[in-house]
Structure formats: structure tokens, C-alpha cells
């Protein structure tokens, strides 16, 4: 099998950091006389860092956008759908150490557990090796594909909230039609109303994305693309 750090190409000098960012707190709890710590802190700062370096990185790439436009793509690289689109590529959920009951209800699964998880190996990473380190991983990882990702977590809401309001009185509702699947992998359908009447429809992983995929449609239906 082939090891995380191979995957990521950054060998610790310190494993216990590595051991640490992939410790679920359901695990520490249940092993809390061996001293076992969970990941939490070190999600808290992975967060930081994450947040610091891409903020960086647009500001110096990007000069030609305003900082509404900065944040929109910052919230796009750094949200949970692109952290969680990380930890499948490197297969993170399977090194995860987790308590028995979060095991079985399908944590190893679980879109929060695994973007924590990315943001506690980045801060490990840090601690262990320096920004410098962080800062190439964060590259590797994400910014690498900072334009799909982007593009993908465009703001459709806010963008067909813009559209509608062109004429006054215009009221913008959205609607949970359904829902299916496990608790660990549920898929939500939402559909957006405009004066009452749909205009738009989509699924997501969490209700915020519905909306997203249900405002892009929307938009998209309007022309505006």
C-alpha cells in the first residue's frame, strides 16, 4: 500500500504529527488512557494556513480583481466540497483512525471528518516542515486546480440573486423537494422560486449545495451563464 507521505511527497522528521492530523476525536475518546489526542487543533490551524496561503496567492495572481471577487474564489478553494475532493484523491479516508461507532455509522465517508482531516495534515505538515512545505503542498493540492475549482464553486446564488433584483418586488424562495440516500452520503433535492413559480432545480451532497446547483440552473435557464 502505498504511504500517505509517498502520496503527498513530504516525509515527517516527526510521525506523531502525521499520526495526530489522522486521529478522529471519536477515536480519542475511546483511547484517551493511551494518550491519544484528536485532530481538532490541529484542524484549527491548518485552517489558518490554508486561508493565508490562498488569500496570498490570489493577491499576487490576480491583481486585476476586486476583493469581493478575491473572497468568492478564496471560499471556493478553501470550502468543504474542494477539501473533500482533496481527501479522495489521496484516498485520506482510509488512514484515518476512528472510534468504533463513528466507524460503523460510515465516518470514514463523511465529507466533514475528511476536510478536517485535510486541514490537520496541512497544518502537521507546517509544524513539521515550515510554511515553505505547507505552501508547495497547498499548491500540489489544491491551487493546482485553482481554475476548475473555481468555476465550480461559482456563487450562483448571489449571482441570480443580482439577476432578479434588476426589477423591484422580485422575491427569491428555496425549496427542499426530497431527500435519499444513507445519513453518511445523503443527497438533497432543492428547487429555486421566483414570485412563487420554479425556476430552477438541483442536487447536492448538503442542502447548500442544492441550492447552488438549483441557482446555477436557473441562471443558466436565464441566459445569464
Known sequence: MVTLEQKIGYTFRDRTLLDNALTHSSYANEHREQGALSNER????????????????????????????????????????????????????????????????????????????????????YLDGGIGQARKLIHDLILGHEREKTAAGRDYKTALQELVQRESGQVLTYHLTGESGPDHAKIFAMEVLLNG???????????????????????????HE
Do not use: W
Open 42 to 125: 490541529l484542524e484549527f490551524l491548518g485552517d489558518s494556513i490554508l486561508g493565508l496561503v490562498v488569500a496570498d496567492h490570489l493577491y499576487r495572481t490576480r491583481p486585476d480583481l476586486p476583493e469581493g471577487d478575491l473572497t468568492r474564489i478564496r471560499a471556493a478553494l478553501v470550502c468543504e466540497n474542494s477539501l473533500v475532493d482533496v481527501a479522495k484523491e489521496l484516498d485520506l479516508g482510509s488512514y484515518l483512525k476512528l472510534g468504533k461507532g463513528e466507524e460503523s455509522g460510515g465516518g470514514r465517508h463523511r465529507p466533514s471528518i475528511q476536510a478536517d482531516a485535510v486541514e490537520a495534515m496541512l497544518a502537521a505538515v
Open 197 to 223: 413559480q420554479a425556476i430552477g432545480a438541483g442536487t447536492g451532497h448538503s442542502k447548500k449545495e442544492a441550492e447552488q446547483a438549483a441557482a446555477k440552473a436557473a441562471v443558466e435557464k436565464m441566459g
